[in-house]
């Protein structure tokens, strides 16, 4: 429907349907805007025993498969996330252990260590938001 009663299914079809953007970045961007759309699905979710917990159930027994193919796809989004989340904090301390070449002049020292605080920057930011994402998924 069209009322609040379609809100959460909707947003179940906008989470599996912007997996299929043609955009260059959609990879990265689809992460954001579940993220966003979870977070309104969780809200919407825990209000009291609502028109959406009925809206979801006729969801399921009308389109099974629409169901699975949402929660398929929240699977796969936990496991990349954390995965994602995990190799960024591998990363991080690898960058926070680079001591540098024996050797090393301060110049070449100074421009290492400036570029490894930018990648570690980077890396904190993009960890942290898919360490976030996999907790948020964790807790639906």
């Given at each position: 429907?069209?009322g609040?009663e379609?809100l959460?299914?909707a947003?179940?079809?906008?989470?599996?349907?912007?997996?299929?953007?043609?955009?260059?970045?959609?990879?990265?961007t689809k992460?954001?805007?579940?993220f966003?759309?979870?977070?309104?699905?969780?809200?919407?979710?825990?209000?009291?025993?609502?028109v959406?917990?009925?809206?979801?159930?006729?969801?399921f027994e009308t389109?099974?498969?629409?169901?699975?193919?949402?929660?398929?796809m929240l699977l796969?989004?936990?496991v990349?996330?954390?995965s994602?989340?995990?190799?960024?904090?591998e990363?991080?301390h690898?960058i926070?252990?680079?001591?540098?070449?024996?050797?090393e002049?301060?110049?070449?020292a100074?421009?290492?260590?400036?570029?490894?605080?930018?990648?570690?920057?980077?890396?904190?930011?993009?960890?942290g938001?898919?360490?976030?994402?996999?907790?948020?998924?964790?807790?639906?």
């Amino acid at each position: 429907g069209c009322g609040r009663e379609g809100l959460v299914p909707a947003l179940m079809a906008f989470f599996v349907e912007i997996e299929l953007t043609g955009a260059d970045d959609a990879f990265y961007t689809k992460f954001n805007h579940r993220f966003h759309a979870l977070t309104l699905m969780d809200y919407l979710w825990e209000a009291p025993r609502t028109v959406h917990h009925a809206a979801v159930q006729g969801l399921f027994e009308t389109q099974p498969r629409a169901v699975v193919q949402f929660f398929n796809m929240l699977l796969n989004d936990l496991v990349h996330a954390l995965s994602a989340g995990l190799e960024g904090l591998e990363a991080a301390h690898a960058i926070e252990a680079d001591g540098g070449e024996p050797g090393e002049g301060a110049i070449r020292a100074f421009i290492r260590q400036q570029e490894n605080a930018a990648r570690l920057r980077d890396l904190e930011r993009h960890s942290g938001f898919m360490n976030e994402y996999g907790v948020g998924l964790l807790s639906l």
